[in-house]
């Protein structure tokens, strides 16, 4: 059986999960799969599960766990993910993990990487955050902006602020995140391949140390 090397980016919206997973899946060509990105790419598309989805993220609630686990499972069965996959923004809840944990396979290779911001940085990084409409690269309008306003330095794309990245929103999603997704970390963190580490350094000091973890685990 083939081992595939699986990566979990834990941590609150705006610990730098994406930032990060950009990284790896470069450095590591594993396919990123944010369950974030695949809702806004129904939402956008106006599909039946977008229509749903919509109201759940633009109040900063979690969108229920039986959609979720029915989108991530047939993506994680799709060929490109035969050596492995990095999972950015799933699990969220325990529910999401325990069946998350039924997919896998002994040979598996399991890493959590729990990315530790506290929640004051959290709202300052989220209130000027960028995204790419196009390649979804997140930015920031003063710790990483890009090279011409409003531009994607990767791909040409325009920058958009998401409708739930307002002070509203994040407070919410903040709560959700430690009434729901914070037990996590005691549900992994006697897992050999569990990690905590500083998120509130710069994208390549977290990035050092996050490959170390991966090798020194492995
Ligand atoms: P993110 O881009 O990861 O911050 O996710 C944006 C929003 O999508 C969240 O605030 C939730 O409404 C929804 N969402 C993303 N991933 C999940 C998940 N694993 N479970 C439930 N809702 C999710």
């Known amino acids: 059986m083939t081992t595939r090397t699986i990566i979990i980016l ?3 919206p705006g610990s730098g999960k994406g930032s990060q997973a950009a990284l ?3 450095h590591m060509r594993l396919p990123h799969l944010s369950t974030g990105d695949l809702l806004r790419e129904n939402v956008a598309a106006q599909s039946a599960l977008g229509k749903i989805a919509k ?3 633009d109040h900063g609630k979690l969108v229920p766990d039986a959609i979720i686990l029915d989108m991530i ?4 069965e799709q060929e490109d993910c035969k050596k492995g996959f990095l999972l950015d923004g799933f ?3 325990l529910v999401q993990a325990q069946a998350l ?6 040979s598996d290779q399991l890493f959590i ?3 530790k911001v506290d929640d004051a940085m959290i709202i300052e990084r989220i209130s000027g955050r960028l995204i790419c409409s196009k390649c979804m ?5 003063r710790f990483a902006p890009p090279k011409a306003a409003n531009v994607c330095d990767a791909c040409g794309g325009e920058l958009y602020q998401r409708a739930d990245d307002t002070y509203e929103v994040i407070a919410k999603r903040l709560a959700v995140y430690h009434q729901q997704t914070a037990p996590l970390i005691e549900f992994y963190q006697n897992y050999p391949g569990f990690s905590t580490i500083d998120g509130t350094r710069s994208k390549e000091a977290i990035f050092n140390e996050l490959v170390n973890a991966l090798h020194i685990k492995s």
């Open 10 to 12: 834990l941590g609150p």
């Open 24 to 26: 790896i899946k470069s």
């Open 55 to 57: 109201s759940y993220i």
């Open 73 to 76: 499972m047939h993506r994680i």
């Open 91 to 93: 699990p969220r809840t």
């Open 101 to 106: 944990q039924l997919a896998l396979s002994a």
């Open 113 to 115: 990487i729990n990315l």
């Open 137 to 141: 690269t997140p930015y920031h309008l």
